[in-house]
């Protein structure tokens, strides 16, 4: 258990509309990097062990809980949006009897780092302060409240923009809008925080003022990267946002021993992992747990999901793959679809235009051409051929199909599932298997062919006649 002085508390403010957005889905729930905007801040708030989460949340609020997995959040409801202060204030009873420090993040800032955090918790304990704001130097500070020195250079006050004047506003020294605060005194002093202000709201940085006031410690923690402050308030500075994040994903995986042959066509999300070697062609998308081994390649024009590639596997030209695992030394595509449930085996081929549902294939099995392969299990070495379609639905009920290994299927062959095909079946081309086939037959279907001769002409000579 830590000591009292030592615990951390968290409030994520995730309560307001976001109107600049244009847009009916909450500001917080647009996604960045493949995530929710808010949950990039609250999963870099968790790596810091706080005792306890508090997110406010107003517009959307359930659709907000409903993007967030993390089971141990106390959630607070703000509702109406009456400003930052009145947002923290909504807080009060999750945190009673709390008597350590609290960080204050807010949802729509999504690029502060762990390090930067805990670095200003550490600077905050060190130097026994009651607050300490997150600042930064800019030379376009417009949008930011702006601190507020006496003639001494002692610290007063925070004024926002809208409230400044015309000198206030030249000031280049900015709150970056992140706070640790000690739990007693934040809620003594959000009590005494007025709404006499432009936009009529109850500003947070208030806070900060009257701890000038009162002679409390109040700190400042220098941020080095100004990129980690940044918020985001429209869809163009959302998409600024996106590749800034992308870049940075893509630099840490070419310095880590992967060949991107176009970063900026390449699109990575955070929790995707990639060995040492592999090669990664343009148009490429790796989507959210997808885990690939070493000296893999894909050529491009790839949109993979959920998936689990070995080492040395090929994917070639324009591949769908999702919730899939492909083993060692698998080729697939071009053109080809994988969907969930779906596992290759080692040096298994999926080829051009074959689509795979819940399906199985063991180790050097190939399906090269024009396939339909859905809830089904097939052996090793077994050969597919152009054409094959596994019937697995009737209308109601979805069935399995199970072929054997070393087994020859033709091409435009028709399984009728429920089917079981043993090892070592040869299936005749143009085949309609109904039945379970036993280990070592031959399955065909009798059908009689018949030529009848100088029938086009015949057939031509009909169609003019009847022109005339």
Request: aromatic share 6%; charged share 25%.
């Amino acid at each position: 258990m830590k000591k009292e002085m030592e615990q951390l508390g968290i409030i994520l403010l995730v309560a307001g509309q976001g109107t600049r957005m244009k847009s009916a889905l909450p500001k917080v729930l647009h996604p960045l990097g493949g995530k929710a905007l808010f949950l990039h801040a609250l999963e870099t708030a968790r790596g810091l062990g706080p005792e306890r989460v508090a997110i406010v949340i107003g517009h959307g609020a359930k659709a907000v809980q409903q993007a967030c997995s993390d089971g141990d959040i106390r959630w607070v409801t703000q509702e109406k949006q009456l400003g930052t202060g009145h947002a923290v204030s909504c807080a009060r009873e999750q945190f009673a009897g709390f008597d350590g420090d609290i960080l204050i993040l807010s949802g729509d800032v999504p690029l502060i780092r762990e390090q930067t955090l805990r670095s200003m918790v550490e600077h905050h304990r060190r130097r026994r302060a009651t607050v300490t704001l997150l600042t930064a130097q800019l030379n376009e500070p417009k949008g930011y409240g702006r601190l507020l020195r006496d003639a001494e250079g002692t610290l007063t006050g925070i004024t926002e923009e809208k409230d400044a004047s015309e000198a206030e506003r030249q000031i280049r020294e900015v709150n970056a809008g992140v706070y640790v605060v000690a739990a007693p005194f934040l809620f003594h002093a959000l009590s005494s925080v007025g709404n006499n202000n432009q936009q009529g709201e109850y500003y947070l940085p208030d806070i900060v003022r009257i701890g000038c006031g009162q002679c409390k410690t109040v700190e400042i923690f220098n941020i080095e990267d100004r990129r980690e402050m940044l918020g985001i308030n429209t869809r163009e500075e959302l998409a600024f946002m996106e590749k800034n994040l992308r870049d940075s994903i893509n630099k840490k995986w070419m310095l880590a021993g992967v060949t991107l042959q176009d970063p900026d066509t390449t699109y990575i999300e955070e929790k995707v992992r990639i060995g040492k070697d592999t090669m990664i062609g343009p148009n490429t998308h790796l989507k959210g747990k997808t885990v690939i081994g070493e000296r893999c390649q894909i050529d491009g024009n790839a949109f993979l999901t959920d998936m689990e590639l070995g080492d040395e596997v090929w994917l070639k030209f324009s591949v769908v793959l999702a919730g899939s695992r492909i083993d060692r030394g698998a080729i697939v595509g071009p053109f080809a679809h994988l969907r969930p449930g779906t596992h290759l085996g080692c040096n298994v081929h999926i080829g051009n235009f074959v689509e795979a549902k819940a399906a199985h294939l063991g180790d050097g099995t190939k399906a090269n051409h024009l396939t339909y392969l859905g809830d089904v299990t097939i052996g090793r070495d077994t050969n597919i051929g152009a054409g094959t379609i596994t019937c697995n639905y009737d209308g109601f009920n979805k069935y399995k199909t199970t072929i054997g290994d070393r087994v020859q299927v033709g091409s435009d062959t028709t399984l009728v599932a429920p089917i079981a095909l043993g090892d070592d079946v040869y299936v005749a081309t143009a085949s309609t298997v109904r039945h379970d086939v036993p280990s070592g037959a031959l399955v065909f279907n009798q059908r009689e062919e018949k030529v009848r001769e100088g029938w086009t002409e015949k057939k031509r000579n009909q169609m003019k006649g009847n022109k005339k």
